[in-house]
Nanobody, 122 residues
Framework: EVQLVESGGGLVQAGGSLRLSCAPSGFTFDGWAIGWFRQAPGKEREGVSCSSIEDGTTYYADSVKGRFTLSSDNAKNTMYLQMNSLKPEDTAVYYC???????????????WGQGTQVTVSS
């Protein structure tokens, strides 16, 4: 079965850090755009980060720029979202995605993780 499996969410105090992991099952990330979305309670889902297939550049939402880092380990076929200096407004369910054409927009994502809750207390 082709799927993305996430781990690493949890509860952290403001200013703390968390690292989310996402591993594919049934395929490898090679040749795919990979990234993360999040959805906070009562809000629409928003793109957090996306690594381009074409030139390898990584997009970050303005709200997380300088605090979050998207990376991948090809040997482990795993991608990560390192989240530092967390704020209460980062509280959301985080979803990893993989897209054959891109991952800046929800419609581009072919595969979604199950979601992992990140809660930042003030």
């Amino acid at each position: 079965e082709v799927q993305l499996v996430e781990s690493g969410g949890g509860l952290v105090q403001a200013g703390g850090s968390l690292r989310l992991s996402c591993a594919p099952s049934g395929f490898t990330f090679d040749g795919w755009a990979i990234g993360w979305f999040r959805q906070a309670p009562g809000k629409e889902r928003e793109g957090v980060s996306c690594s381009s297939i074409e030139d390898g550049t990584t997009y970050y939402a303005d709200s997380v720029k300088g605090r979050f880092t998207l990376s991948s380990d090809n040997a482990k076929n795993t991608m990560y979202l390192q989240m530092n200096s967390l704020k209460p407004e980062d509280t959301a369910v985080y979803y990893c995605v993989a897209g054959g054409l891109g991952c800046l927009h929800e419609a581009e994502a072919d595969f979604w993780g199950q979601g992992t809750q990140v809660t930042v207390s003030s």
